[in-house]
């Protein structure tokens, strides 16, 4: 007798196959009368879950940390916040987390990626902010579910989910302009990510389409850390002394934090002379003076609606693949003026 899947079920019930697996593993999202009629189904045709291929699977999901050059995936809140979506979701679904941390510039690096492949988890979730698209070359080889999180490659076949950075940068930049700005600069990180990419990119249309003209010279490559940003902020300030915008747009909070401290040392009044506008939503966003605007990342989100995707691919065998933006909104503090016209 042939073994009953869970299509059978969702075909008898008319429901997606989803809400048969969200029944069945007792999930939140489905009505009690839905459930009930689902498991009533599932005993009616024979449904034997111990039996099924997605029950011998281990309950294991592995994180695999991968870092380039380790300039942008460090020990920040970002990160921290990000796992904890991730652990909280695992353990809501009943799933082990398991973390492999991975560095590009290990001697032994493709050796470890292939005992990863060997392991016993159920599916993997990628960790990719730091990663080009030819990285993932060295991952084809995986044969379980996988989930690339926090990086978009436009032409690679990966479930991915991401921040929507290009209308995040976008809007930011709109405000700026709506608060009277016409010299906006960009605090761009020297250091390579797909995400600072298609921040700039938003950054630039909106520019363009307001009738602004970009100006060059108000944009300075700073490296993505606190010390870093600030010493080369400050080292542009003492040494080239360049006539600044009104405004500045910033890749991320850490960079804005290091410019601004170097621009508040050089004189520049925060933001009565030059307003800055981070990307990330950092707790120090609230105490540092002045309390920065931002761009607020819903970070245990993003790392909650990764683990769903990959689960669903895990327990459903979904092998049709999803890009997945996550929105963020525009958090308007102190670091902001006002210009009249």
């Not at 991320?252 to 621009?263: E, R, T």
């Amino acid at each position: 007798m042939a073994r009953v899947k869970l299509d059978d079920i969702a075909k008898s019930a008319g429901v997606s196959k989803a809400t048969v697996s969200n029944a069945l593993n007792n999930r939140k999202g489905v009505g009690k009368e839905t459930k009930d009629r689902i498991i009533e189904i599932a005993k009616e045709l024979g449904y034997n879950k111990t039996s099924s291929s997605t029950s011998k699977a281990p309950k294991s999901i592995r994180i695999i940390m991968y870092k380039k050059h380790g300039y942008v995936v460090s020990d920040t809140p970002f990160f921290s916040n990000l796992l904890e979506g991730i652990q909280k979701e695992c353990r809501d679904e009943g799933y082990e987390m398991m973390i492999s941390h991975l560095s590009r510039n290990e001697e032994n690096y493709k050796e470890i990626i292939n005992d990863i492949s060997n392991d016993n988890s159920s599916g993997y979730l990628i960790l990719a902010t730091e990663m080009i698209e030819e990285d993932l070359n060295d991952f084809d080889l995986l044969n379980k579910p996988v989930v690339l999180l926090d990086s978009f490659f436009k032409n690679r076949d990966y479930d991915q989910v991401v921040i929507d950075n290009y209308s995040a940068s976008y809007k930011g930049t709109q405000r700026l302009i709506e608060k009277g700005h016409k010299n906006i600069g960009y605090l761009h990180s020297s250091v390579y990510i797909n995400n600072f990419y298609y921040r700039k990119l938003g950054f630039e249309d909106a520019i363009k389409e307001s009738g602004i003209r970009i100006n060059e010279d108000y944009q300075f490559r700073l490296e993505p850390t606190i010390e870093g940003s600030y010493q080369q902020m400050r080292e542009i300030l003492m040494t080239q002394k360049p006539e600044l915008p009104t405004s500045f747009f910033a890749d991320n909070d850490i960079i804005a934090f290091g410019a601004v401290k170097a621009l508040k040392e050089y004189g520049v009044k925060i933001p009565e002379e030059v307003s800055v506008i981070g990307f990330d939503d950092m707790p120090y966003c609230e105490i540092c003076e002045p309390k920065m605007s931002t761009v607020k990342v819903h970070k245990q989100y993003l790392g909650e609606v990764a683990v769903k995707r990959l689960i669903e691919k895990i327990e459903l065998d979904d092998r049709v693949n999803q890009k997945i933006e996550i929105s963020t909104e525009l958090v308007e503090r102190n670091s902001i003026k006002k210009i009249d016209d």
